[in-house]
């Protein structure tokens, strides 16, 4: 159900503010989440200086997206879902770590904890939502963990330009996932579409 707005002489679908906040605050997380993640990339590949102070803005991004789901979900949900993800960006400066330092071995075995998590992130979602598919929402997170080393393997050649192009995808795709979780919440809570 959809408010009916008006636009000039036309009449155009619109959401309610509670919908739109919803949406909003899940690509914010998303943008933040892959910004980050690009920014301790960078870091740990460069040595920056700051990477200590962006690793832990970088982890603030587990508990922020925790808390978009306790006012639907509860407290217990809402923390497991950052504990997931905290996990998630953990493993992938530890995969960064061992790519740089050419350790392949390492890198194996940490990405296949990592695609472990993704599976398990994917597993959770659908299990407190049943408009959120499991085997989506896993694809969705596999193609974001192949995107993101895609990226790294770009920065670590210093092909800068790919790397940039590269992060193009990236936000495109988390905000594809953002507004994949928006949608299920909206469709399993109806009521958010009468909020104004």
């Known amino acids: 159900m959809y408010y009916v707005c008006p636009s000039g002489m036309y009449y155009t679908p619109c959401i309610s ?3 739109l906040d919803i949406r909003n605050m ?3 997380l998303w943008e933040q989440h892959v910004h980050w993640t690009r920014a301790a990339i960078n870091g740990i590949i460069t040595d ?17 997206m925790g808390d978009s789901l306790k ?6 949900v809402g923390e497991r879902y950052s504990v997931l993800i905290n996990e998630h960006l953990t493993i992938a400066a530890e995969l960064v770590t061992a790519a740089k330092e050419g350790d392949t071995q390492s890198f194996e075995a940490i990405d296949k904890r990592w695609y ?14 049943p408009y959120i598919s499991q085997q989506v929402m896993r694809e ?10 895609e990226e790294t393997v770009f920065i670590l050649q210093k092909d800068y330009a790919s790397a940039v192009n590269k992060f193009d995808e990236v936000e495109m795709q988390a905000l594809h996932m953002a507004d994949e979780i928006s949608t299920a919440i909206v469709k399993q809570f109806p009521q ?3 909020q104004m």
Do not use: C, T
């Open 192 to 194: 958010i579409q009468y």
């Open 71 to 76: 006012p639907f979900y509860g407290e217990q």
């Open 140 to 149: 969705m997170m596999h193609e974001h963990l192949d995107l993101f080393k």
């Open 116 to 129: 472990a998590n993704a599976d398990e992130i994917a597993a959770f979602l659908s299990s407190i939502n």
């Open 48 to 64: 920056s200086p700051d990477l200590d102070a962006v690793l832990a803005r970088l982890l603030r991004n587990a508990p922020d």
């Open 26 to 28: 899940n690509r914010l």
């Open 17 to 19: 503010r509670a919908e």
